[in-house]
């Protein structure tokens, strides 16, 4: 009866990927709700005394785990380091530390490369974990330690709803970690409570997103800046907007990009800056020298009002913690990938030539 009226009225329905990217405080809550317990503790199973960790996945997972990984070794100086799953499976004869925790991360369970990775690990060591939203996926079912992101399904291509689903499992991971070395972890389960809230927060700049899309959509090529693990969420953001608008857009840490990247501005080219707590003057000094030298069209999402002379349009989140702030950047990239692809008329849910799983 709904789809009929739909049809006579014409009703615009909501793309998957708008509707999952909605969707996500809801995920965030239920994974509160299954794996922080009462007292704060995190209710995950891991092997004990984990000292290194090693995080393999593709695409957006990959962004996760990058992201993450920049954490445990600057936040909780646990070794990490993140691969992609395409060049890690193809290394022969891994050599496998009994020291690290494998951790596997893959919204569908089913990407070849990362299946392959985990073959390759899990013959030399049980001391693997797979992040997965799919329960008996090849992934789910080889791995020693689970966790579920229940996100529910995802349709869209471009993933979202997965993607803070992991991420925030990845911050209780952290968490647990911390548990493990007798860390105080109060402060981490607090922020990551308020998550759900910090994400609805952000939906409402959509009047803001919808405007700088319409700029965004006349360029052929956009970069985004960002530092620490800001970085691997600038390289996602380039992922969505690339996915689903098909603007050539590159990630670039803030200080890297003054080493020659810049000269790409002499080309007509958008800019995203996302500029968290750290390095606050140098990331405006850059800003300054864009606005002074080129004539691009910018967007800058910060924590707070940065005053630039004639910064084109900005996003002040008054966000002073790094979690809450990178949460509330990842939704806005999405919003951002989505605006710019409805924009253009591009089928955000199925762009052409894409497929969900990479097999
Ligand atoms: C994300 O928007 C992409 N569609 C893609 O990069 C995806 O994240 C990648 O193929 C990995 O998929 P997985 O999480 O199911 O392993």
């Known amino acids: 009866m709904i789809e009929f009226l739909k049809k006579i009225f014409k009703i615009k329905k909501n793309s998957y990927m708008e509707t999952e990217i909605y969707e996500q ?10 794996y922080i317990n009462k007292d704060g503790t995190i209710n995950l199973e891991l092997p004990d005394n984990i000292k290194k960790t090693a ?29 992609y799953a395409s060049e890690f499976s193809q290394v022969e004869n891994i050599d496998v530390d009994s020291d690290t925790l494998y951790i596997f991360i893959s919204q569908s369970g089913e990407t070849s490369d990362t299946n392959k990775s985990l073959e390759n690990v899990r013959v030399k060591t049980d001391k693997t974990l797979a992040i997965t939203n799919t329960k008996n996926s090849t992934l789910y079912n080889n791995a020693k330690y689970k966790i579920l992101l229940n996100a529910g399904v995802e349709k869209s291509i471009a993933s979202t709803k997965a993607v803070s689903a992991q991420l925030f499992c990845l911050f209780l991971v952290a968490g647990k970690i911390m548990q493990q070395r007798e860390m ?10 308020k998550i759900p809230q910090i994400i609805k927060n952000a939906f409402e700049f959509r009047r803001n997103i919808q405007d700088y899309a319409k700029t965004l959509a006349n360029y052929e090529n956009a970069a985004i800046l960002a530092s620490g693990m800001f970085y691997p969420l600038a390289k996602e ?4 907007i690339k996915e689903t608008a098909y603007i050539n857009t590159t990630a670039y840490p803030t200080g890297e ?3 020659g990247h810049i000269a790409i501005l002499n080309k007509k080219c958008a800019v995203i800056s996302v500029v968290n707590n750290v390095n ?4 405006i000094k850059v800003l300054k020298k864009i606005e002074d030298d080129y004539n691009s069209d910018t967007l800058v999402l910060s924590a707070f009002n940065l005053n630039l002379k004639k910064s084109d349009s900005a996003i002040c989140l008054n966000l002073y913690n790094d979690i809450e702030l990178l949460f509330s950047a990842l939704i806005i990239l ?3 990938a989505c605006e710019t692809a409805l924009f253009l008329g591009r089928n955000v849910d199925k762009p052409s030539g894409l497929t969900k799983v990479v097999k």
């Open 55 to 83: 995080l393999i996945a593709s695409g957006s997972s990959y962004h996760s785990a990058s992201a993450a990984a920049n954490y445990l070794r600057d936040k909780i100086h646990c070794y990490a380091q993140a691969y």
């Open 237 to 240: 953001g380039a992922l969505k």
């Open 25 to 34: 405080p809801d995920v965030i809550n239920n994974l509160i709700k299954k």
């Open 280 to 283: 606050v003057e140098f990331t």
């Open 334 to 336: 999405q919003l951002l």
């Open 184 to 193: 105080p972890a109060v402060q981490l389960i607090e922020e990551l409570k």
């Open 257 to 259: 990009f003054l080493h």
